[in-house]
Antibody, heavy 118, light 107 residues
Framework: EVQLVESGGGLVQPGGSLRLSCAAS????????MNWARQAPGKGLEWVSY????????YYADSVKGRVTISRDNAKNSLYLQMNSLRAEDTAVYYC???????????WGKGTTVTVSS | EIVLTQSPDFQSVTPKEKVTITCRAS??????LHWYQQKPDQSPKLLIK???QSISGVPSRFSGSGSGTDFTLTINSLEAEDAATYYC?????????FGQGTKLEIK
């Protein structure tokens, strides 16, 4: 079964940092691009970042550019999101999602909750 | 940035009704439009990919159509379990964007 499991969320003060992780199983992780997306409480979905299968291509949404870093470890079947200088507006459920060759995010994890508050 | 505008924002429907949700893109995205269903406290579930391609395990009452800038998700013979928020999403260009969502309430 294809599965993505996020972890690392929590409560952090404004200006703080968090590192989110996503553990993949049930598919050849190294063959797929990956994404992070988020959903603020009561709001819609927002794409956050993309990383190609070999990590050679990376993109970020303008809302997080300069404050987050996406990375992956294909040997560990894991995806990461390092988040720095966190703001209240970063409060959201963060999802990792597998990408297909056309950019579709076809499989999503259950998400991990990040709350930025003093 | 490609803006996706869904309509309606909210719809209250009865079981067995036919439901149509539209998604309009601010510029042509070819067929790179996908539909997700999200129920409360769950992650998005892919319903239709590349405008009209069905997904294994998704009931056949869900179908999609369109290309370019105008797309439609159709739910034939609505069931109570279809109560959810539906999002369209484009993968034609970066940044990836989503529609604002359409909430379906079952009467």
């Amino acid at each position: 079964e294809v599965q993505l499991v996020e972890s690392g969320g929590g409560l952090v003060q404004p200006g703080g940092s968090l590192r989110l992780s996503c553990a993949a199983s049930g598919f050849t992780f190294s063959s797929y691009s990956m994404n992070w997306a988020r959903q603020a409480p009561g709001k819609g979905l927002e794409w956050v970042s993309y990383i190609s299968s070999s990590s050679s291509t990376i993109y970020y949404a303008d809302s997080v550019k300069g404050r987050v870093t996406i990375s992956r470890d294909n040997a560990k079947n894991s995806l990461y999101l390092q988040m720095n200088s966190l703001r209240a507006e970063d409060t959201a459920v963060y999802y990792c999602a597998r990408g297909d060759i056309g950019g579709l995010m076809d499989v999503w994890g259950k998400g991990t909750t990040v709350t930025v508050s003093s | 940035e490609i803006v996706l505008t869904q309509s309606p924002d909210f719809q209250s429907v009865t079981p067995k009704e036919k439901v149509t949700i539209t998604c309009r893109a601010s510029q042509s995205i070819g067929g790179s439009l996908h539909w997700y269903q999200q129920k409360p406290d769950q992650s998005p579930k892919l319903l239709i990919k590349y405008a009209s391609q069905s997904i294994s395990g998704v009931p056949s009452r869900f179908s999609g159509s369109g290309s370019g800038t105008d797309f439609t998700l159709t739910i034939n013979s609505l069931e109570a379990e279809d109560a959810a928020t539906y999002y369209c999403h484009q993968s034609s260009s970066l940044p990836r964007t989503f529609g604002q969502g359409t909430k379906l309430e079952i009467k």
